[in-house]
């Protein structure tokens, strides 16, 4: 069992910066970390939940088309902490934003509001 714990949420106005991270309660070793598809998702009110970014099997990085330029994906080296640096926000920005590892199962974080308005 794996838990993902999110933090970082919050309110910014339009323009402004977030960075959101995601604890894993396993250590992944650098080597299959990417293999579990780790990766953050948003479901904003009355849409579904959508692929913000995600580490690919290769270890590259996949953004939304929405996103690209201006939020990073990243981990740090031990690989049990996951971030989603978030730049240049909009309010279509505005959304629960949820972490996400493993293909079968699946695991979930919690969630964690990010609201972005002037």
């Known amino acids: 069992q794996v838990q993902l714990v999110e933090s970082g949420g919050g309110w910014r106005q339009p323009g402004g910066s977030l960075t959101l991270s995601c604890a894993f309660s396993?250590?992944?070793?650098?080597?299959?970390?990417?293999?579990?598809?780790p990766g953050w998702y948003r479901q904003a009110p009355g849409k579904e939940r959508e692929l913000v970014a995600q580490?690919?099997?290769?270890?590259?990085?996949n953004y939304a088309d929405s996103v690209k330029g201006r939020f990073t994906i990243s981990s740090d080296s031990e690989k049990t902490t996951m971030y989603l640096q978030m730049n240049s926000l909009k309010p279509e920005d505005t959304a629960v934003y949820y972490c996400?590892?493993?293909?079968?199962?699946?695991?979930w974080g919690q969630g964690t509001q990010v609201t972005v308005s002037s």
């Open positions: 996400k590892i493993g293909t079968d199962p699946i695991y």
């Open positions: 580490f690919r099997n290769d270890a590259t990085p």
């Open positions: 396993s250590a992944y070793s650098r080597t299959i970390f990417s293999l579990y598809e």
